[in-house]
């Protein structure tokens, strides 16, 4: 009986976040309370979820993002436009 189980690649850093956490940067500025985090050692990337809390960044959520940043940038150009 053969189990096929995704092969998982070993690294060091990867023992290193699992023991002593992350070490997460902010690669993208979604809006002014949602980022995308990088961890600097192993490559994992998250972003703010419901609540506050970090969720994994997959394509859909990235796309969500996008999305989302694209509405924020044209709803913030239209308030300073609006000021002047």
């Given amino acids: 009986m053969n189990s096929s189980s995704p092969k998982t690649s070993f690294s060091l850093f990867g023992v290193l976040c699992a023991t002593f956490g992350h070490d997460y940067i902010v690669t993208r500025k979604v809006t002014n309370h949602i ?12 972003t703010d979820g419901e609540g506050g809390k970090l969720e994994t960044l997959t394509q ?20 300073s436009t609006n000021q002047i």
């Fill in 60 to 79: 859909n959520i990235k796309d969500v993002n996008t999305n989302v940043a694209a509405f924020f940038q044209k709803k913030m150009r239209r308030i």
């Fill in 35 to 46: 980022n995308e985090y990088k961890c600097t050692h192993c490559g994992r990337e998250v």
